[in-house]
């Protein structure tokens, strides 16, 4: 495709000069003899690239620098000047130029700095479509305040290979905040390993991170890489990294400060280069006073911090948020396009959310697979919006074993409140009276399908 370059000079011979030499080398030309036709034809004419005088008779080129980089998306611009001055030079690279160069121009010297402007504009571009699209796929959808501090946080972050610290409640999109990262990141052609440390009793939690050799332990029948060696070259993530046991803590951090592993029943440390992204939903601070949580270790975990907002501080988004996620289920399930009316993203809006993005995407999963008409309304949204049926209606099996009863009744229970909570395993586990890493485990034991 033809770049369009617009000339902006107010000598006509320079004007002639430089197009018939662009327009040689396969440009298309526009040109502008001063300020006002300049800003005229950046409208008219959408040039992939300006190449403006500093002194022109209406106004000057940094007027219409400012004119140009004010505008949604903006072509790059390249100044030029029959006056060096190094002033004018620094205030247009402030504003947004991308490179100043003096007259009399040497045409290969021109040609080569445009080639590399739009090659760079070009990436530049490429780059911020990608993390576009992983902020969508990822479920940042919106433009409230509160999401828009967390999008920039993720841009921040991802061409960095600093360590992230994500914080937020249960079912807030902790994990999809990492991957975003991940994917916006130089690392995004590796591998993105999760691991969630409270899903792990903790004789097991040392292995799956760092792995074992064949016969480290009873059970270990062949050798295993751990997470660590997984994401070697990527990214690893720690979800609920604030349910580590201590003892583990130690090792992570040795870990962190030796960028190397050694397995169980290995004589010999293997080297990895892996970034990690840690999330949580305690308050880790909190958790170091209580002499849970190793301050070195946190210390080194929040290189960056960020923190997602629970959905109720960002009620603006949920409409939004809601179509997304109705069009990707109707997408992922090959349904018939569903529609929610105003008064279904209304009613979705005023509800608390306590189970945050992940109860929202529940919910309307239920509604397009539960609605039979292509369109949901509000009537549809509050009845799917009601509690979940008391365990105490439900018929329990009185047969059997009693160690079998008890399980069923146990079952049960926990089944009732994560439905209850809408999957959200804080809630539900402060609600049983237990600790989560103590709810992970019956549900393990139990065969409990989450």
């Known amino acids: 495709m033809t770049a369009r370059i617009l000339i902006v000079d107010d000598e006509p011979n320079i004007r002639t000069t430089l197009g018939r030499a662009l327009d040689l080398e396969g440009f298309d030309v526009v040109l502008a003899s001063d300020a006002a036709s300049g800003v005229a034809a950046v409208e008219e004419s959408s040039p992939d690239l300006v190449l403006l005088d500093l002194k022109l008779p209406d106004h000057d080129g940094l007027w219409v620098l400012r004119q140009v980089r004010s505008r949604t998306d903006p072509p790059p611009v390249v100044m030029m000047t029959g006056h060096g ?5 620094v205030e247009a690279m402030k504003l947004g130029a991308i490179d100043f160069l003096e007259k009399p121009l040497a045409v290969d010297r021109l040609l080569v700095t445009l080639r590399n402007a739009l090659r760079l504009d070009s990436l530049d571009r490429d780059v911020a479509q990608l993390r576009r699209s992983a902020e969508i796929r990822h479920g940042m959808v919106g433009e409230s305040p509160a999401l828009s501090r967390v999008v920039q ?3 921040q972050a991802a061409p960095t290979r600093m360590r992230v610290l994500i914080t937020g409640e249960s079912g807030v999109g902790k994990e999809l905040v990492a991957r975003a990262i991940h994917d916006c990141s ?9 691991l969630n440390c409270a899903a792990f009793a903790e004789n097991l939690v040392e292995s799956e991170l760092f792995g074992h050799e064949r016969g480290a332990f009873s059970g270990a029948d062949r050798r295993r890489e751990g997470r660590f060696q997984q994401a070697d070259g990527g990214t690893l993530f720690l979800d609920e990294v604030g349910e580590m046991p201590l003892s583990i803590q130690a090792k992570l951090l040795r870990v962190l400060e030796e960028h190397e592993v050694l397995p169980l029943g290995a004589s010999r440390a293997v080297p990895v280069d892996v970034r990690i992204i840690a ?16 301050l ?7 290189g960056l911090l960020i923190h997602v907002p629970p959905l109720r501080a960002r009620r603006d988004d949920i409409p939004a948020l809601a179509l997304h996620l109705l069009d990707a289920f109707c997408r992922d399930n090959e349904f018939e396009p569903r529609e ?6 209304r009613a979705l809006q005023d509800y608390e959310w306590p189970g945050n993005v992940r109860q929202l995407a529940n919910r309307v999963g239920r509604l397009a697979a539960m609605t039979l008409s292509s369109t949901i309304d509000g009537a549809d949204v509050r009845r799917a919006l009601q509690d979940v049926p008391k365990l105490e209606g439900a018929e329990l099996p009185t047969e059997g074993p009693l160690y079998a009863v008890l399980e069923a009744l146990e079952r049960r229970i926990i089944e009732d409140r994560i439905a209850r909570f809408d999957g959200n395993m804080t809630r539900a586990a402060d609600d049983l009276g237990l600790e989560r890493s103590h709810l992970y485990k019956k549900i393990k034991k139990l065969g409990i399908q989450r």
């Open 340 to 345: 929610l009316t105003d008064d279904a993203l």
């Open 186 to 194: 130089r690392r995004a052609a590796r591998r993105f390993v999760a």
């Open 153 to 155: 946080a993720v841009r």
């Open 279 to 294: 999330a949580t939903n305690r308050d880790l601070q909190e958790e170091v006073q209580q002499g849970r949580f190793r």
């Open 85 to 89: 001055s190094t002033d004018a030079a």
């Open 296 to 302: 070195d270790l946190l210390q080194r975990l929040e």
